[in-house]
């Protein structure tokens, strides 16, 4: 498994060792920027898979979801929603005065033009999963299956509890913390298919590469994994 999914990552790879080539499009750069995040998520939930912490890998994994739906979205209609993107500033993070008043101790500047709430898009995660399905078909299908146990992941919610304790039957607590080979195949799967399809919307928005080592690499995951693929863009995995 770890084998075929370094296979996958090195073909992801390719444009980027090669030299980046894109159009000279707004959608053309946000989809190179989001090429590279791709690309450095999926190396890291490589080496944290290889060393055994397949759970604290899905919290990489699922900002690659994140990513893999805003890309998707982006794409049923580049021409506005790419401008949109690259124009957005979170001007609720806290600018390099703040940062150093909160780590001496001193008195942070007051802003103004911090606002309470501010999204690129005042569309939900799930309404852009909605739109993007038409563009990458089985889309909100595939979020329906993993979505939730990644966000169990990243929270800490008490579902998630039992990858972290086991109650015996003679009532002690077995601490969970030592590395392990448990769900290491099918978060390797699932990060696959999320370079692959950011790969395969990339190409979509003007970035010069090749799919088919990409899409070869995803098959042999699955099938390392014992699991069918089929198609393009995302599938539902469960596990």
């Given amino acids: 498994m770890l084998s075929e999914a370094k296979t996958a990552l090195a073909a992801v790879r390719a444009p980027l060792d090669a030299g980046l080539e894109v159009d000279d499009a707004p959608h053309a750069l946000l989809a190179s920027i989001f090429l590279v995040r791709s690309v450095r ?127 015996h039957p003679d009532g002690a607590l077995e601490p969970l913390y030592l590395p392990s080979g448990s769900q290491v195949a099918i978060t390797l799967c699932n990060a696959v298919t999320a370079a692959y399809t950011t790969a395969e919307r990339a190409r979509s928005l003007g970035v010069s590469l090749d799919l088919g080592p990409v899409e070869d690499a995803e098959r042999r995951v699955y099938e390392a994994c014992g699991l069918p693929v089929s198609g393009e863009g995302a599938k539902p995995v469960d596990g």
């Fill in 41 to 167: 998520n999926l190396a890291a939930v490589l080496v944290l898979c290889e060393a055994g912490w397949a759970p604290e890998a899905q919290t990489i994994l699922r900002a690659m979801v994140e990513d893999m739906v805003t890309l998707a979205y982006v794409s049923t209609d580049p021409e506005k929603l790419a401008p949109q993107w690259l124009a957005f500033e979170n001007r609720r993070l806290p600018d390099a005065e703040e940062l150093l008043a909160a780590f001496t101790g001193g008195e942070a500047p007051q802003r103004e033009d911090r606002p309470r709430y501010e999204r690129w898009t005042r569309l939900s995660f799930k309404a852009m999963a909605e739109r993007a399905d038409d563009v990458v078909p089985g889309l909100t299908e595939y979020l329906g299956y993993v979505y939730p146990i990644l966000s169990d992941r990243a929270h800490g919610n008490t579902s998630a509890s039992g990858m972290y304790l086991r109650m």
